[in-house]
């Protein structure tokens, strides 16, 4: 079967499909040891052969579904040029290659999923599919009704404004106040932003849940693998990704 470079080398494990487009452009991939810099290139996997670095892929034999409590002080990616500790440490016992599905800031916490499921990846990341994304956030000041009214309009930020969202005021005083947010998008920092520009800057951020997957008892930097159920209800949320 002719499939895209990139879907292919995503479920072979070795990156989410965004990041596999970057590895092409960047003259890392080669097909039969060709040099493939474009994304629209289609490969079979039954007679190609592809390496990334010069490495050869194989397919994985074994797919990996992790759910993580990612402490603050983390970075969510495999490597860091300043040689910050990544969630990757956080999970050295597992023997498969993982990386993780989409991202939280250095000074967020909270639920993170990390597998070698390319096409699970693609489906919870790709924007169309509006997979809702919910935090707690401790910000300065009184939060008011006006402001869960603004974030339900959609803020301007920068260069974008960003989709209707939901705000819950759980508790607040005139110091600071704890709230729930629930958004869709996954733009660099959003939460913080949005926050900021209802004039409340977040002191704490914690993801505590992906559509329906939670992070129950996990206690901060612990893990536990994904069951059955809650992999095919991520699948089944990601819906299509016929694109």
Known sequence: MVERLQKVMAEYGVASRRKCE??????R???????????????DKEQDQIEVDSKVLKPQEKKVYVLLYKPVGYITSAKDQFNRP???DLVQDIKERVFPVGRLDYDTEGLIILTN????TYRITHPKHN???????????????????????????????????????????????????????????????????????????????IGDITLGNLQKGSWRMLTQPEIDYLYKLGGNTND
Do not use: W
């Open 29 to 43: 991939v080669k097909v039969n040891g060709q040099l493939v810099t474009e994304l629209g290139f289609k490969v």
């Open 117 to 120: 499921d390319g096409e699970l």
């Open 131 to 209: 997979i809702d994304k919910t935090y707690t956030a401790l910000v300065k000041g009184r939060v008011t009704s006006e402001d869960v009214v603004k974030f339900r309009q959609g803020l301007l930020i920068e260069d974008y404004k960003t989709s209707p969202s939901k705000l819950y005021i759980i508790k607040a005083s005139l110091e600071s106040s704890l709230v729930s947010i629930t958004i869709h998008e996954g733009k660099n920092r959003q939460v913080r932003k949005m926050c900021s520009a209802i004039g409340h800057d977040v002191i704490t951020l914690k993801r505590i849940s």
């Open 86 to 88: 990544t969630v990757l």
């Open 22 to 27: 970057e590895l092409i452009t960047e003259g």
